[in-house]
C-alpha cells in the first residue's frame, strides 16, 4: 500500500475506535512510500482473529488488497 494508503487507513481506525485493539502489543509501519507494509505483534492469535475482520475491512474501504498476511510466532520479546 502507499503511504497515503497507509495514513487514511489508520485515521479510518482511529474514527471507528479500532486503533488500539485489545491485544495488540507492538505496532510500525516500514518501507517505501509506495510500498508501505505493517508489522504488528500480538499476544495471542485469537485477539488477532477477533480484530482482523474489522482490519481487513478497514484496509479493502481505503482500496488496499489484502491478498495476504504473513503470521510468524514470537518466541522472544526482548532482545537478549
Request: aromatic letters at 8%; charged letters at 35%.
Amino acid at each position: 500500500m502507499s503511504k497515503d494508503e497507509y495514513k487514511q487507513v489508520i485515521e479510518d481506525l482511529e474514527k471507528q475506535g479500532l486503533h488500539e485493539p485489545e491485544g495488540r502489543l507492538s505496532h510500525a509501519a516500514y518501507g517505501d512510500d509506495d510500498d508501505v507494509k505493517m508489522f504488528e505483534v500480538w499476544r495471542s492469535q485469537e485477539e488477532f482473529d477477533a480484530h482482523s475482520d474489522k482490519l481487513f475491512a478497514t484496509l479493502q474501504g481505503a482500496g488496499v488488497d489484502v491478498d495476504h498476511i504473513d503470521v510468524h510466532r514470537v518466541h522472544s520479546d526482548h532482545p537478549d
